[in-house]
Structure formats: structure tokens, C-alpha cells
């Protein structure tokens, strides 16, 4: 017996969603647990370099079990004309259509929904580790720095770091709204979404102060070259900044990372210093005025 795991994660216009994989991975641990030889074959649009359909022959294995999601589509009925010599079952999936050829072409079908019958999603039989959590926090373009502002090259550096990296990505705007469900209504609403962040990356001056604030440790790089406000702030708060310039050295902001994860917790559970002096002397400015 020689089982080929399958799912919309697997066709090369399919999608890999959370759950599907999450799926995925519960079947694998059974079929393992029970010493069951099996593949998985996976779209190479999101995971290249490993199993693909049209490297997965039909005579190579015995089944073929379709793993998660709706079951439906010339995709899944794709499946049924490529491997009509196996036995194949579909686990964990919704039945909209039980007459569609894509249900009908499998030999056994337990859905997790189908007509008077439900059961739990198999992503809650799938061990999950726990991976740290980046509120990312993007300057828009700044006219006013003018040829400096290097916005457009920092990020696509900064995010393609962040887009190989094992966490999870949380984008935040410091704009509020009231009529946008996706954006904070109160100034409270947003340092409290950060304050859930295991740590935050940001190319704005308010990602950096209102992180702090929050009590989180923040990676701040400096979108302008030879230095903005952001790092103008970073040295009244003594934190460390990235220069703009060193936006793209990959191992630098590694290490920082590190740090931020490390002594950087420690030292942002201080919280940042009070701006007492600003607001003192902007006081005595409007006494001494009357």
C-alpha cells in the first residue's frame, strides 16, 4: 500500500489555505501512526522543490485521498481520470453536490458536512507550534523628505525579509477611521492591538513610539537616507534604528531581531521615557505669553 495525500493545496490553480494544510498534516501524522507509506503532493506554486502532480505516476501508488475542502470542480474530477486505477477517498470535506461527478468518483467519501451529517474539522487533529507574532507598521510615502526618502526600496527590502521568515505578520496603520472596520477608531483601540504583538517592525516614528508604549520591543528601520524622524526619535528614546542604507543587509536584521527578541523585551518592558521637558516648556511658553 502506497497512499498519495492530496488537497486544493495540491493542483497548480488550487489554493493553500490554513486549514488545508493543517489537514493535510493531521492525515499525515495518522497514516504515519499507523505505518502507512504515503506522499504528499503539493502545488508548485506554493511549495516548489517538492512532490507535484505530474511527478506523482498513477502506477506508483495504491490510493489516492483527497484531504479538506469542498469537493467539486474539474479539478477534483481530474483526479479521478488521472489515477482511476487506485482507490480513492476523500476525508474531511464539504459535499455540496452529492451528485457531482467530483463526489460520485470516489470509492468512499467521510465528509466532515454533508446532508445530516456533520463532523470536526480534521486542522484540530494537527499539531500546530507556535510561532512568533510581527505587528508591521509601514510609513506611507513622505513627500517632505524629498529625494531622501528611500520608502519605496526599505520596503520591499524589509518585506521580503519578513516574508522568509517563520512568524506571523500582522499589518497595523497608525491612521484611524471610524467608518473602516480594518482600521483602529481610537488611538487606545491601536496601542492595545500592538500590545498583542510579540514584537514590532516599522519604518514609522509613531510604530516605534506607540510600540514602546505598548511595552513591546520594535525593530525600527529609518526610511530616509542619512536619517528622518524616525531615527531622530530612536536616539531621544536611546533605541536602536536601521539606517535606511542598511535596510537590505538581511544578516543585520537578523541579529536585530534577535536582540529584539532577547534583550530588547527586557529592556521595552521598561517603557519609554516621558516627554515631561516638551510638555513643561510648552506650558511655561503659554503662561509666560499671557
Known amino acids: 500500500m502506497r497512499v498519495l495525500l492530496t488537497g486544493w493545496a495540491s493542483f497548480l490553480h488550487g489554493e493553500a489555505t490554513a486549514g488545508d494544510v493543517l489537514s493535510l498534516r493531521a492525515a499525515e501524522d495518522a497514516l504515519a501512526a499507523a505505518g502507512i507509506d504515503h506522499r504528499v503532493a503539493w502545488s508548485p506554486g506554493f511549495r516548489p522543490g517538492t512532490l507535484h502532480l505530474p511527478d506523482a505516476p498513477p502506477e506508483d ?6 484531504v479538506c475542502g469542498p469537493v467539486h470542480g474539474p479539478q477534483v474530477r481530474s483526479l479521478h481520470e488521472r489515477y482511476a486505477a487506485c482507490r ?3 476525508v474531511g470535506v464539504s459535499v455540496p453536490d452529492p451528485g ?10 467521510l465528509a466532515r458536512d454533508a446532508a445530516g451529517e456533520a463532523r470536526p474539522d480534521l486542522s484540530l487533529g494537527a499539531k500546530a507550534s507556535a510561532a512568533p507574532v510581527l505587528g508591521v507598521v509601514l510609513a506611507p510615502h513622505q513627500p517632505e523628505y524629498g529625494d531622501a526618502g528611500r520608502h519605496d526600496d526599505v520596503h520591499a527590502a524589509l518585506t521580503g525579509w519578513l516574508a522568509g521568515l517563520d512568524c506571523a505578520r500582522v499589518p497595523l496603520d497608525t491612521r484611524l477611521a471610524h467608518e473602516d472596520w480594518q482600521r483602529c477608531a481610537t488611538p487606545d483601540q491601536f496601542v492595545a492591538a500592538l500590545s498583542k504583538m510579540d514584537a514590532v517592525v516599522t ?5 516605534l513610539v506607540l510600540g514602546l508604549k505598548a511595552g513591546v ?3 525600527a528601520v529609518d526610511p530616509v537616507a542619512g536619517g528622518g524622524k524616525v531615527g531622530a526619535q530612536a536616539a531621544a528614546l536611546d533605541w536602536p534604528v536601521v539606517a535606511a542604507e542598511d535596510a537590505g543587509d538581511t544578516a543585520l536584521l537578523d541579529a536585530r531581531l534577535d536582540w529584539v527578541f532577547g534583550a530588547g523585551r527586557a529592556r521595552a518592558a521598561v517603557g519609554p521615557p516621558e516627554p515631561s ?9 503659554l503662561v509666560g505669553s499671557r
Not at 519604518?203 to 510604530?207: D, F, K, M, W, Y
Not at 521637558?277 to 511658553?285: N, Y
Open 61 to 66: 501508488y495504491t490510493h489516492v485521498v483527497f
Open 88 to 90: 480513492r477517498i476523500a
Open 100 to 109: 457531482d461527478p467530483a463526489v460520485t468518483g470516489f470509492h468512499r467519501v
Open 203 to 207: 519604518t514609522r516614528l509613531h510604530g
Open 217 to 219: 520591543p520594535v525593530l
Open 277 to 285: 521637558a516638551s510638555l513643561t516648556g510648552l506650558v511655561g511658553e
